[in-house]
């Protein structure tokens, strides 16, 4: 089902830009060979529209298929609109200059964004490469402090309406009234959405007030926020995008943290303290408003949907563990759960009590395992789990991408290691950490 839902997810991709191109194509009378370089043209804007649709983050598609997902087709349409857009620009011809330059800033812009995106806000590069995770580092601290990729989704806006300006200054295509009226939908409806999503929407969002803000350990914090009113979207495992006002210290910048256990009311979030903005929440104020978009993510739903007869086995990284407290508070006494929590300092296993705690409420379903090491191993897992929890477990992995990446290397080579057979029916579930 799974599979499914991914596959008709990512046919939108095909399917949004059907419109706008079987009209033009029905009603243009260039070449052959000019009509489908334009066409090239018009699946790249369609791809850019819907990547901007895409980066609201629409709750109700998060849990149809899942932020990364979401995130995934995201940018491999940024990717391949460039693509198509550049073969465009190097084999058209146009006789207005104005529509020209705008061409051309256009796509040279939207290549400029795609390099920053690269390399800042997917992390999908840095994080593979140790110079480039030190030099994203150093430049975070020195020129970018601020929240990079909001600065970069309001630069593809003004991209998007030079290519828009660019189209309506081509003869080729203002001449027929109709393709333009659909052109100009298209554009307004997706700009709408964007615009309703980013100024309107958040005045209906989930709002609360802090009521707690304490460290738990040199690089961790626990942040509760009482709700003005119960939340009843929020399932265990369960993040959610918060800004915080009434704290210039801080910033209204929202961030995603994950909630630690199962109240609707009173969200609790345990923070890693990394990062420029995280490292500044230590100044807020108890009493302060937060804001709250979401909840986001998937694996209730996950859970759900596995045999309950097989074991679950969760892996937390630091405070990566924050997640998966909120699965245990309700899956620990209904499924066989084997949590292995990787800590850097004994120090830092800060909620030691608690896990006693749901571990002796079990009834001999829960098995706690807390290790002072960085990262998972080959003879951490030998040691803590049997060959029957390695071939059938849902493992879900929370932590820091490097580590989180790490432990998905190791876990698909012991799941396809001689012996273990049939294992890729049942991949390992991993989500990277919010911060």
């Known amino acids: 089902m799974s599979t499914l839902r991914t596959l008709a997810f990512w046919a939108v991709a095909v399917i949004f830009p059907l419109p706008l191109v079987l009209v033009y194509d029905a009603i243009a009378t260039e070449p052959v060979s000019l009509k489908q370089l334009v066409l090239f043209g018009l699946i790249a804007y369609c791809w850019w529209l819907l990547s901007i649709l895409l980066s609201v983050r629409p709750r109700w598609l998060d849990r149809f298929v899942g932020l990364p997902s979401i995130y995934g087709l995201h940018g491999m349409l940024g990717v391949l609109a460039i693509v198509l857009a550049y073969v465009h620009a190097e084999n058209s011809y ?83 009234l109709v393709f333009m009226v659909l052109f100009d939908l298209y554009t307004v409806a997706v700009l709408g959405i964007y615009a309703w999503k980013k100024w309107v929407a958040p005045g209906n969002a989930v709002v609360g007030t802090v009521v707690a803000n304490h460290p738990l350990s040199e690089q961790s914090r626990r942040i509760v926020v009482a709700l003005d009113r119960e939340e009843s979207a929020v399932q265990p495992g369960d993040f959610c995008f918060v800004s915080f006002e009434g704290s210039s210290a801080v910033g209204r910048e929202a961030h995603p943290f994950s909630v630690t256990d199962d109240n609707r009311r009173v969200l609790t979030f345990t923070v890693r303290q990394h990062s420029d903005y995280t490292r500044k929440l230590g100044s807020l104020e108890v009493g302060s408003r937060a804001r709250l978009e979401g909840p986001f ?6 859970i759900a949907d596995h045999d309950d007869r097989k074991p679950v086995i ?21 499924r066989d759960i084997h949590l292995i929590w990787l800590v850097g300092a004994p120090g830092d ?64 080579r012991q799941r396809s290691a001689p012996g273990s057979r049939g294992m890729s029916r049942s991949p390992p579930v991993a989500r990277r950490s919010p911060r």
């Not at 580092?137 to 660019?166: G, K, P």
């Not at 993510?297 to 996950?302: H, K, N």
């Not at 060959?387 to 932590?399: H, L, N, P, Y």
């Open 94 to 176: 146009t006789s207005n200059r104005l529509a020209r330059t705008l061409g051309d800033w256009g796509l040279y812009g939207a290549i400029a964004t795609l390099c920053l995106a690269v390399f800042f806000p997917s992390g999908w590069l840095v994080e593979r490469f140790r110079p480039f995770l030190a030099a994203k580092r150093f430049l975070e601290r020195r020129l970018f402090r601020h929240q990079l990729s909001v600065w970069l989704h309001r630069l593809n806006i003004v991209i998007l309406l030079m290519i828009w300006l660019h189209t309506h200054l081509l003869a080729r295509m203002n001449q027929y």
């Open 297 to 302: 993510g998937r694996f209730d739903s996950l």
């Open 314 to 334: 969760l892996l937390g990284m630091g405070a990566g563990v924050s997640p998966l407290l909120s699965l245990l508070g309700a899956y620990r006494t209904t």
């Open 349 to 412: 296993a800060y909620y030691r009590d608690l896990l006693t705690g749901y571990e002796a409420s079990s009834g001999g379903r829960l098995t706690v395992t807390i290790c002072v090491v960085p990262l998972l191993s080959r003879e951490l897992l030998a040691e803590e789990l049997t060959d029957e929890q390695i071939r059938a477990g849902a493992f879900f992995v929370v932590g820091p991408n490097p580590g989180v990446l790490v432990a998905q290397r190791l876990l698909r």
